[in-house]
């Protein structure tokens, strides 16, 4: 933990040096012309001489660089909460969404039933057609010579897994990203007319999904929305507002990281062909290839906590109501955590500790279902492939994620 234990809140309360502090701007998250280094670079500079750093962007904001500061944050519960704020930019305008928007213990009335939805019985059976989805999308791709990896698949895969997942038609599937799609766009330009309006459709077809179970259409037991409908909470089914935002968040939560992350894959093998033949011919290697690429280009760092109270934490006087961006993109590259941490380390020692998932309460129930969908791509890719390379520079992502929204290749066929 980092909090500060010398000081106490109440004697930095009237501190002019933490409040000045409160006015400085150590980094801009909307600083255009990223590239698929500058954010690295830029938080490799920032994180040893502030490791909770500032930004006057988004209304004001901390935002958690270092390892030990985004730890700290995510398990303290008594002095952050998701409730208020849990992003940076804000964009929780209509409505709550458990499990995110509720803290312990009510948040566990909607983790229970979800975290059954993931667990290593259900991903092995699920396997066999997120593999099929996989397949099915690359093989007309790998005929081709040249591809935008982002756009034609990254893009595209998500939403297919997700209509096997949640039992959906595929265009009701499609239409969510699509919907989801427009409506990162928006939060990330502060377009909250467009907010409104997309998470509008997005809770229209919540409450379709819902609709659609109604009436034991569906066997709790093995769909996701109808297990919420038959779950039991302190006598009583779970209120029905809660289970449509809960809905609602399930459906756009992981459209959006695997399409930003899976290019950031290809561009690192592309770049690594080394890499690229070893995985090939030691297939069983890939699952420890993902898992340092989750920690090497973790995509989000714009989730966040709210402080509860006034909270010293690494010497910064985090004010009551304060949001803290969790930048996870950083921490993960931390020196003092993972040595030579800009390096990507096949069998990294200590890969245990990286936190691309969160940690403690609100960590992400469907990290499995997201690293089969990682590993199932490079298998398949790899084994279909003899070579690829980036030919153009990457687009990447703007704030709140961090990742490739275009990667054009080349490829030769195996």
Not at 136 to 149: A, K
Not at 242 to 256: A, F, S
Request: proline letters at 8%.
């Amino acid at each position: 933990m980092v909090r500060d234990r010398d000081r106490s809140p109440e004697e930095t309360a009237v501190d002019p040096a933490a409040e000045a502090r409160r006015l400085e701007h150590d980094f801009d998250p909307v600083r255009p012309g990223e590239t698929f280094t500058s954010a690295h670079e830029e938080f490799a500079e920032l994180r040893p001489r502030c490791p909770l750093a500032r930004s006057q962007e988004y209304g004001g904001f901390w935002a958690a660089l270092g390892y030990d500061e985004v730890l700290s944050v995510i398990t303290d519960i008594e002095h952050f909460t998701t409730s208020r704020q849990n992003a940076v930019p804000a964009f929780a305008f209509t409505g709550v969404r458990p499990p995110l928007h509720l803290d312990p213990p009510e948040h566990m009335a909607y983790r229970r039933v979800i975290n059954q939805f993931f667990i290593p019985p259900r991903m092995r059976a699920l396997e066999p057609r997120v593999r099929a989805v996989a397949v099915r999308l690359l093989e007309p791709l790998l005929e081709q010579r040249t591809v935008d990896v982002c756009k034609q698949y990254a893009h595209v895969f998500p939403a297919h897994v997700f209509a096997e997942f949640f039992n959906l038609a595929p265009e009701t599937s499609e239409e969510i990203k699509r919907v989801s799609g427009t409506y990162v766009d928006a939060i990330q330009v502060l377009d909250h007319a467009t907010v409104k309006s997309l998470s509008g459709r997005l809770y229209e077809i919540a409450q379709e999904i819902i609709d659609a179970r109604t009436g034991g259409a569906f066997d709790p037991a093995d769909d996701l929305t109808a297990a919420l409908l038959a779950a039991r909470y302190e006598g009583g089914p779970l209120p029905a507002p809660m289970v449509l935002g809960c809905v609602r968040q399930l459906i756009v939560t992981g459209m959006v990281a695997p399409s930003v992350f899976t290019g950031t894959m290809f561009v690192h093998l592309s770049r690594d062909p080394e890499l690229q033949d070893l995985l090939r011919a030691q297939p069983h290697r890939i699952p420890a290839a993902v898992e340092e690429f989750l920690r090497l280009y973790s995509p989000y760092r714009g989730m966040a906590r709210t402080a509860r109270e006034d909270v010293v934490l690494s010497g910064e006087l985090v004010r009551q109501h304060d949001p803290i961006a969790l930048v996870y993109t950083s921490a993960n590259r931390d020196e003092k955590v993972f040595p030579d941490g800009d390096s990507f380390v096949l069998d990294r020692p200590n890969i245990d500790r990286h936190i691309s998932f969160g940690r403690g309460t609100h960590s992400c129930p469907g990290a499995p279902l997201a690293r089969m969908m990682m590993r199932l791509t490079l298998e398949e890719f790899l084994a279909r492939s003899s070579s690829f390379r980036v030919t153009e520079e990457p687009e990447m992502a703007v704030w709140a994620e961090w990742g490739t929204r275009s990667v054009p290749l080349e490829i030769i066929a195996g």
